[in-house]
């Protein structure tokens, strides 16, 4: 005889404590499909959450965290019930993602460029080098037209 198999349940409360989703956005990505509906309790009709929901749940918040839209995380998790087949459609997104994420690092680095560029300008400024100051002015002008250009991206 086999001891029967306890399952651990969880609140909303507590599935939002961890895995770093607000219950507000737990509710939300069930309601548009991201996730499947979760299981009410038979009296409360409060949601339960089990282990196997956190897993998912700990999934998208990664997926979230990347800044993936609500639609790719939604095709994502549909593609990942299909299993290998999905595979290619599942490159395909983490690539776009990851390419996404690469344009964003390239924008902060021109920004955190521009802010040292400032920094150094008000520096040479405070310290009355008006040579230095109009040369670093040039440089912000030019790497402003940069940041521009990202912006637009």
């Known amino acids: 005889m086999s001891a029967p198999i306890i399952r651990h349940t969880y609140s909303i409360k507590e599935a939002a404590a ?8 737990l509710r939300y990505y069930e309601s548009i499909g991201v996730i499947t509906p979760i299981r009410r309790g038979a ?9 196997e929901d956190l897993d998912l ?3 998208v918040s990664c997926l979230s965290a990347t800044g993936m839209s609500v639609a790719d995380m939604r095709s994502y998790l549909a593609n990942g019930a299909l299993g290998p087949a999905a595979a290619p459609e599942q490159i395909a997104l983490l690539k776009a993602q990851q390419e996404q994420l690469e344009d964003e690092a390239r924008s902060i680095a021109l920004r955190k460029r521009y802010v040292a560029l400032k920094i150094d300008y008000w520096q040479a400024v405070h310290a009355g080098d008006g040579a230095k100051a109009e040369k ?12 521009k250009k990202t912006r637009k991206q």
């Open 57 to 59: 749940l700990t999934w």
């Open 43 to 51: 009296s409360s009709k409060h949601r339960v959450y089990t282990d």
């Open 136 to 147: 670093l002015s040039d440089e912000a002008r030019t790497l402003a037209e940069d940041l």
């Open 18 to 25: 961890l895995t770093g989703l607000p219950a507000s956005t």
